[in-house]
């Protein structure tokens, strides 16, 4: 534990003030009265070009360590990648400048190694909310349900998800987990069964984004129909209503929660490549509660935990999933509802 | 003020032209709150209180900035009567698959 001393108090105060002077938005906008003094500016530059470093992976307040030993002082810690040696105007100062900080507070250098986004993967039990892809695409979705009939089980996610938006063949290896997360040869859990088709265009007409995979027999016993961080199955399916809670787990950001705005949201999804934009129309707007990554997550209501969409889509202005009913009614199935628990 | 109904049925006629003109999502929304009748200006306590009423409005969301022919309102028919629902516009980046 720090030693929580009147100097580190005081020291804590100062390296703060330098930390958000060189990590909030821009120079010239934060700290206007603290930057106008030349050398504040001139070591606010400084410092933040050696942040910008590919190498620096994060910036914050610990304690220094000096040959393995910790020192009970509070420093300006660079965590980096890797340390290397590096050219000397792009080095880490030993003291942060006296102008920044009010007084010459230290600095350290500590290897953190590479920052990757916590995401939902493994490799058995086969379970909802877990991340899935298309071999030869470098990317990643989210399980979103078992579909039956329960003698033949599919895995229900996005087209852009298991089909590479339609472009893939029926019979096309899914992974799981998907191949941005590692997902490899040997990960192969089912074969692409069904792709709902997009009229393409960015006619205000379509109304899922969804496809099939087959569950290969061998992988079947595999088989959780729990879904992941809620530990329970589906409750049944319902419509959304405006205001309605909803819940979901996805590959990316894991459990979350989010509100319904809006029923039957209309917008334009621009898939790129040969599929190019794709109108849609009665989807379902809610507040921002997705990332990407999190695409075929099966979106539940809240309170009775009953299966309302799967999400889809994004961006700062909110997350959009499709109502579940008319998917369930397009691919001819139904959720799996009872508990198969992967054993 | 339009009701939610009229908003959709207003969203539903207009969608495809509002897609002509750059927008790339079209909801419907709740307008902000007014002053309730016999409010006082400023947020005072009426000495009334009335029922509040809801008002829709058609929301069009642009990546880039909505043309300035962009209308206030756009006119649907809601029987024999013609009702105007409010047309606002939204600065947003564009939705993508995730």
């Given amino acids: 534990m720090i030693p929580r001393t009147r100097r580190n108090a005081i020291r804590y105060r100062r390296i703060r003030v330098a930390l958000d002077a060189i990590t909030l938005p821009a120079p010239g906008e934060a700290m206007p009265e603290l930057l106008a003094v030349p050398e504040a500016a001139a070591a606010a530059t400084h410092l933040r070009s050696i942040v910008a470093q590919p190498n620096v992976v994060a910036i914050g307040i610990a304690e220094k360590e000096t040959q393995g030993q910790l020192t009970g002082e509070l420093a300006l810690i660079f965590y980096v990648e890797t340390k290397r040696d590096v050219a000397p105007a792009d080095t880490v100062p030993p003291i942060v400048p006296a102008a920044l900080a009010r007084s010459d507070v230290p600095t350290d250098v500590v290897e953190l190694g590479r920052v990757v986004p916590e995401a939902l993967i493994q490799r058995t039990p086969v379970a909802p909310g877990f991340s899935v892809g298309l071999a030869g695409v470098q990317g990643a979705g989210t399980l979103g349900a078992l579909v039956g009939p329960r003698s033949r089980p599919r895995i229900l996610s996005n087209s852009h998800v298991l089909a590479a938006g339609g472009v893939a063949a029926l019979g096309e290896a899914i992974l799981y987990p998907g191949p941005l997360d590692g997902g490899g040869a040997g990960d192969e859990v089912a074969r692409l069964s069904q792709v709902v088709p997009f009229d393409r265009g960015g006619a205000f007409v379509n109304l899922m984004d969804a496809a099939t995979a087959r569950v290969l027999p061998a992988r079947r016993s595999e088989l959780d129909s729990r879904i992941a961080l809620l530990g329970t199955v589906p409750a049944g399916t319902t419509v959304p209503a405006r205001g309605m809670q909803v819940v979901k787990v996805g590959r990316t950001t894991g459990l979350t929660h989010g509100e319904v705005r809006d029923v039957n949201f209309r917008f334009v999804l621009d898939y790129g490549g040969p599929i190019g934009p794709v109108g849609f129309v009665d989807q379902v707007l809610c507040t921002r509660y997705t990332g990407p990554g999190d695409s075929g997550s099966l979106v539940l209501e809240e309170s009775t935990g009953r299966a309302v969409g799967l999400h889809f889509a994004g961006a700062s202005g909110g997350s959009v999933f499709s109502p579940i009913r008319p998917i369930l009614r397009v691919i001819r199935s139904r959720l799996i509802r009872v508990t198969l628990d992967g054993s | ?98």
Wanted: hydrophobic content about 35%.
């Fill in chain 2, 1 to 98: 003020m339009a009701s939610l109904n009229d908003a959709e049925r207003a969203r539903e006629q207009t969608s495809d032209l509002l897609r002509e003109l750059g927008a790339h999502a079209i909801s419907v929304e709740e307008e902000p709150d007014e002053a309730p009748d016999g409010g006082v200006p400023g947020g005072g306590v009426p000495a009334r209180r009335h029922r509040r009423r809801r008002g829709f409005a058609v929301v069009a969301w642009f990546s880039e900035e909505p043309p300035a022919t962009l209308p206030e309102h756009v006119e649907v028919r809601v029987g024999t009567r013609t009702k105007a629902v409010p047309l606002r516009a939204r600065r947003s980046e564009r939705f993508r698959a995730e």
